[in-house]
């Protein structure tokens, strides 16, 4: 409770003197309709902090699906808003630096300022409404050394991160997905983790659709850190342990086989691979519930895994360059943090592996899926949503 008003303080501050410096700018700068402009500027400077201030009072952890997503709406609203003001101050600011040694102002460099902010509002409005559901297949060969000969093009569909309470019932996106996966013609289909926000019912307007998901083999699915139900404030243990099976109750109506810390062979003929899938293992905060042990105690021998492991830092901690045969680990997780252009993401600065192929010096790869929803901001600035098909081929 402490935090979030101090949050709101801070917000409450931050606004207020970006809409003072751009009252003022207005009220120097512009010459004809002034007082309209300062009277509408003014009342939309209202209604921003109002709302803002409302929707941050709205309890995260107790609060309704349909409220919280109404609440990221308008803090994303605000953010698009505010951002590009903010950007145009500093920039504004740096044009008047000449000012300080009595000559004039950058003119030039203010009116960039003004086209920047101009566009980076755009972006973020572009990603939030069209980029967002701009589903990216992603095309991938593995060669792996000692791949059975069955086994020789066989493709596996890594989908990961639906974060389906972010859509409330609307399944017309999660459609468009399950048509992708089913067009590309999957030998398996794997998922990756975090199926929903906080809470298992976020997946039952949701279960017919993903049951139309279809492969040879099947699909297999994990737990990722939002599954579990750590951000929500249950009355009781019991209550957690109810969401938690409800979700696993709706993976087996849907005919998806979840791995708790379990192996699944896939068959063919006389030849298989070991499919293997961990619940969480992350970095702090995030907890982990889940043991590669317990899921596969012979890691170093010679059959051929591949690894279905939700955070990729449990790779980067406990596999790469360690006394393991693993192939093939898939993650999701980072999201790329919902942002990617030209290459350079954020996420890079949380994480060493934060989206696509990585290779240790063992030959171990790990690919980091970027996923398919979102989460706390409805938007992906670059970092497309992503469907990523895996071919594996014998070396």
């Known amino acids: 409770m402490r935090l979030s008003l101090t949050l709101v303080a801070i917000l409450a501050v931050i606004s207020i003197a970006t809409d003072y410096y751009i009252f003022k700018t207005i009220k120097s700068r512009i010459v004809t309709h002034r ?31 349909p ?23 500093i920039i504004d600011l740096i044009a008047r630096i000449p000012q300080l040694f009595h000559r004039g102002k950058l003119r030039f460099v203010s009116i960039a300022g003004m086209m920047i902010s101009v566009v980076m509002f755009m972006l973020m409005w572009w990603g939030a409404t069209i980029n967002r559901f701009n589903i990216d297949i992603t095309e991938k060969t593995v060669e792996i050394q000692d791949l059975p000969e069955a086994f020789d093009g066989f493709k596996i569909v890594q989908i990961s991160d639906l974060h389906l309470g972010t859509y409330n019932n609307d399944t017309t996106y999660i459609s468009q997905v399950v048509k992708a996966v089913n067009e590309a013609n999957p030998s ?11 809470k298992a019912s976020e997946l039952k307007p949701f279960v017919h659709t993903l049951s139309r998901i279809k492969a040879d083999n099947g699909c297999i699915s994990i737990l990722g850190n939002h599954d579990y139900g750590d951000y929500v404030t249950w009355k009781t243990p019991q209550d957690k342990a109810a ?10 109506e849907m005919g998806w086989r979840i791995l708790l810390d379990q192996t699944e062979y896939i068959h063919r003929g006389n030849d298989s691979i070991a499919i293997i899938g961990v619940e969480n293992i992350g970095d702090p905060p995030f907890p982990t519930y889940g043991s590669l042990e317990k899921a596969y105690p012979d890691i170093n ?7 279905l492991s939700h955070n990729p830092a449990h790779w980067v901690n406990d596999i790469c360059d360690k006394n393991t045969n693993i192939a093939l680990t898939l993650a999701g997780h980072t999201h790329a943090m919902q942002m ?9 600065l949380k994480y060493k592996t934060w989206g696509g192929m ?38």
């Open 67 to 89: 409220l919280l997503v109404a609440k990221m709406w308008a803090l994303y609203t605000f953010f698009t808003i505010y951002i590009p003001k903010i950007t145009f101050i």
């Open 358 to 395: 990585y290779t240790d010096g063992k030959g171990q790869r790990l690919y980091v899926n970027i996923g398919i929803g979102t989460v706390l901001i409805p938007t992906r600035i670059g970092a497309t949503p992503e469907i990523t098909v895996f071919t594996l081929r014998k070396k």
């Open 243 to 252: 969401n938690r099976q409800m979700l696993l109750d709706m993976q087996k």
């Open 301 to 307: 021998d010679s059959v051929v895994k591949v690894l």
């Open 188 to 198: 398996l289909v794997v998922f990756t983790g975090d199926f929903v926000n906080r």
């Open 35 to 65: 007082k309209a402009a300062l009277r509408t500027h003014t009342v939309f400077a209202a209604i921003s902090l109002v709302t803002i201030l409302t929707v941050l009072i709205i309890p995260h952890r107790t609060a309704s699906d």
């Open 340 to 348: 990617e252009l030209f290459g350079v993401s954020p996420s890079a």
